[in-house]
């Protein structure tokens, strides 16, 4: 049974919506792996991923599969009761992971926000209140509440909005000394994304994260991995902290753990979980039926040797052309990243004009993204074709022709 909808446009986005986005002109309706298609019937690639969510494309049959089972079972009890799909997901996660313990939320803002609140709690319990200093790195994003605007570091997100959460400081990032000036005992946590995602796609050094974790044992402070971006298999690790080898004490997921359905997660010891009592922390949806069993399918697909060793061989091919066309157009002068979340940083001559390439891309079929006003990035789905990773750089070698000629 279907209802006759009325017909909607861009340009009701104007009309209709909190002007807090700025959408591309046209509106995607349909897609299948990593092809999309809009109003118009016109396909696009999709490099974009919707910001490093759809870590399998789009209506992945395991997913739609996961989906349309639970929907005709179970949708929501809320946490007055437990479900299957949210214990089974933990156990996965457990599993899988340095982690004792699993908090579901649904999003990666909240699941920063619970591994914050830990880590104060924690060491108020253990330490008492003067402990209750959070570190955390200049460029990093950790959400858009206002606890993890104050501990993100880029005033453009939190100024502005009243008095921020105090107890925050921010360390230029890879700079191992400027943490230890800044470390001391009053810290409860230092945070940090083992790539910055947002900020234009910069990978830590090892030495970085190994000289972090060193400094929290010595002062009794918690590391904490923002993993939101780096999460279920993107950088061809599970988690981008099996990459370095540096064990977090907490580790925040979101993105691409529900491949599209909204989920987040907080994974952290018994030790540290036990703070977390009855009562003190909670969200209505948290380890929702729905968005659980979507998560258990994404990791079942994910987690597998083929699928985290295909990005790793999707990662030389991407890099590979993209140096090559960085070259050839004089676009960008450098291509990082790890697995498949890219970033190519561009030249002197296009310095603050990733929205130009982004743009130039969209009319030749193309989504990508943009990390920051100077870096290209690109979030494929981990399971994209060869054909289409082909395809989709031709197209994007032709918006960097004509983009450079025109
Ligand atoms: C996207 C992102 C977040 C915020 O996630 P939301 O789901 O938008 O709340 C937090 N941290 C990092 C590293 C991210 O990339």
Not at 202 to 225: S, T
Not at 256 to 282: C, D, N, Q, R, Y
Request: aromatic residues 8%; negative net charge.
């Amino acid at each position: 049974m279907s209802v006759e909808q009325a017909p909607v446009q861009r340009a009701d986005f104007d009309q209709v919506m909190v002007p807090n986005y700025a959408p591309a002109a046209f509106i995607p309706v349909r897609g299948a792996g990593s092809r999309v298609w809009d109003q118009a019937g016109r396909e696009l690639i999709d490099f974009a991923g919707g910001i490093a969510v759809n870590v399998l494309g789009h209506a992945h049959p395991a997913l739609v599969g996961a989906l349309t089972e639970q929907a005709n079972k179970l949708w929501h009890v809320s946490n007055v009761f437990t479900n299957e799909p949210a214990l089974r997901l933990a156990h996965k996660l457990v599993d899988a992971t340095f982690a004792d313990r699993a908090f579901f939320c649904n999003s990666g803002a909240e699941a920063n926000e619970a591994a914050f609140k830990l880590a104060r709690r924690v060491a108020h319990d253990r330490f008492g209140p003067e402990k209750h200093e959070i570190i955390a790195t200049v460029n990093s994003f950790h959400g858009r509440t206002l606890f993890t605007v104050s501990v993100g570091g880029q005033p453009k997100y939190s100024d502005g909005f009243g008095p921020k959460i105090t107890g925050i400081s921010h360390v230029p990032y890879n700079d191992l000394e400027a943490l230890k000036a800044q470390i001391s005992d009053k810290t409860c946590a230092v945070v940090i994304e083992p790539i910055q995602g947002e900020s234009g796609v910069v990978p830590a050094d090892v030495a970085y994260l190994q000289g972090a974790r060193e400094l929290c044992d010595k002062h009794n402070a918690l590391l904490i991995f923002d993993e939101v971006q780096t999460g279920v298999g993107r950088t061809g690790e599970l988690f981008a902290y099996m990459h370095y080898g540096v064990t977090p004490d907490i580790l925040s997921s979101a993105k691409s753990l529900g491949g599209g359905f909204p989920i987040g997660a907080m994974l952290t010891t018994e030790a540290l979980a036990k703070h977390l009592t009855v009562g003190t922390h909670g969200t209505t949806y948290g380890g929702n039926p729905l968005a659980c069993a979507v998560a258990n399918a994404v990791l079942d697909v994910v987690n597998t040797p083929e699928v985290l060793a295909g990005v790793k061989a999707k990662h030389q091919k991407f890099k590979a052309r993209l140096e090559q066309i960085g070259e050839k157009y004089g676009l960008f002068t450098q291509v990082r990243g790890v697995g498949l979340l890219i970033g190519c940083v561009l030249s002197e001559a296009w310095k603050g004009k990733a929205k130009d390439v982004f743009n130039a891309a969209e009319k030749e079929g193309l989504m990508v993204l943009q990390a920051g006003p100077d870096v290209v990035r690109f979030a494929p789905s981990l399971v994209i074709d060869d054909a289409d990773i082909d395809e989709g750089l031709d197209r994007f070698e032709r918006a960097a022709a004509k983009l450079t000629q025109g």
